[in-house]
């Protein structure tokens, strides 16, 4: 059993900054990469960003590159999403994901996208008001 809880999520206005954190717990964290997903009403969860195990290899969406930075705390079972220049359009609900599948990389997960993951998960609200 793999639980994931995320917090950080709030309201911003454009421009600002957030930072996500998700605490891990259930399993050896350190084998497996982590990512973060996101999902607006009526459309399908989308991959943000993704680091692998060790958190030496990280992978971004197009539409996040050079705003959001994945990192990871292998100590602490903790993964971080600091995001910087927000948009509008980043608003949505943010889901922390891990892996199914030990030392999967961060490219990996985000070209197979959902289907790579094992464990969700409930999601923090991140809304960014223009």
């Known amino acids: 059993q793999v639980q994931l809880v995320e917090s950080g999520g709030g309201s911003v206005q454009a421009g600002g900054s957030l930072r996500l954190s998700c605490a891990a717990s259930g399993r050896t964290f350190s084998n497996y990469a982590m990512g973060w997903f996101r999902q607006v009403p009526g459309k399908e969860r989308e991959f943000v960003a993704a680091?692998?195990?060790?958190?030496?290899?990280?992978y971004y969406a197009d539409s996040v590159k050079g705003r959001f930075t994945i990192s990871r705390d292998n100590v602490n079972y903790m993964v971080f999403l600091q995001m910087n220049s927000l948009k509008s359009e980043d608003t949505a609900v943010y889901y922390c994901?891990?892996?199914?599948?030990?030392?999967?990389?961060?490219?990996?997960?985000?070209?197979?996208?959902?289907?790579?993951?094992?464990?969700w998960g409930q999601g923090t609200q991140v809304t960014v008001s223009s």
């Open positions: 994901a891990a892996t199914g599948t030990p030392l999967t990389t961060a490219q990996a997960m985000g070209v197979m996208s959902q289907g790579s993951v094992g464990w």
């Open positions: 680091v692998n195990w060790s958190g030496g290899s990280t």
